[in-house]
């Protein structure tokens, strides 16, 4: 079945470094991948969407990549800041079947910004 | 007012009892999820919804039912609530005609403890 995997539970980064999120996935590669962000108590927000074959994304502070043949999307926020603290959660689509268009997520890497 | 609205915020129950979740939605949206999220696993889906005569069941659907009684509203029950139900509950939208860049919009869950 397919996986996907974001390698850290938790990141700390000091105020206007650039924070890096992976995420991985098994299998086939999805059509697209999906960023959310997620605050304490509240449901996930939509962040960034990036297509199998766009290798990059922007938007504002955010930059997302994807790359195939490692199955891979990093995100980025660069200089970041303590309102950036959430945890982020990957999402990669279902393509195939029935169930075409659900998203499966990853577990979500919880990030902290340090003033 | 939110696009995407969830009903009971917290509910906390006993073994055996039935309890539901409802949602309703303002978007238009013709696809609805209900996600259970636990610690550590990330978000689950338990069903969805394509339309309203269309019901699927997701990852982890037993020992829950579904209904959706119009295109804005989709309800989870728990038949007999089990501790390990015990959970941070999410439903979602989506539109259904952007295909496979369908973003989903999520409600502000229902924190559900079963005693």
């Known amino acids: 079945s397919q996986k996907i995997e974001q390698n850290s539970e938790a990141l700390n980064i000091q105020e206007g470094k650039t924070a890096t999120l992976t995420c991985n996935y098994t299998n086939y590669s999805p059509a697209y991948l999906q960023w959310y962000r997620q605050d304490p108590g509240r449901g996930p927000v939509f962040l960034l969407l990036i297509r199998e074959n766009e290798k990059e994304k922007r938007k504002e502070r955010l930059k997302v990549t994807f790359d195939t043949t490692l199955k891979q999307s990093l995100f980025h926020i660069t200089a970041s800041q303590p309102a950036d603290s959430a945890t982020y959660l990957c999402a990669l689509v279902l393509p195939y079947g029935g169930s075409q268009g659900n998203l499966i997520f990853g577990k979500g890497t919880k990030l902290s910004v340090k003033p | 007012d939110a696009d995407v609205t969830q009903t009971p915020r917290n509910r906390i129950t006993k073994t055996g009892k039935r309890i539901m979740l409802e949602c309703s939605q303002t978007?238009?949206?013709?696809?609805m999820y209900w996600y259970r999220q636990d610690p550590g696993l990330g978000l689950r889906l338990i069903y969805y919804s394509f339309d309203v005569k269309d019901i699927n069941k997701g990852e982890i659907s037993d020992g829950y039912s579904v209904s959706r009684q119009a295109q804005a509203k989709f309800s989870l029950s728990l038949e007999s609530a089990i501790p390990n139900q015990t959970a941070l509950y999410f439903c979602a939208t989506s539109d259904g005609r952007v295909g496979w860049t369908d973003t989903q919009y999520f409600g502000p869950g229902t924190r559900l403890t079963v005693l």
């Open positions: 978007k238009g949206h013709d696809r």
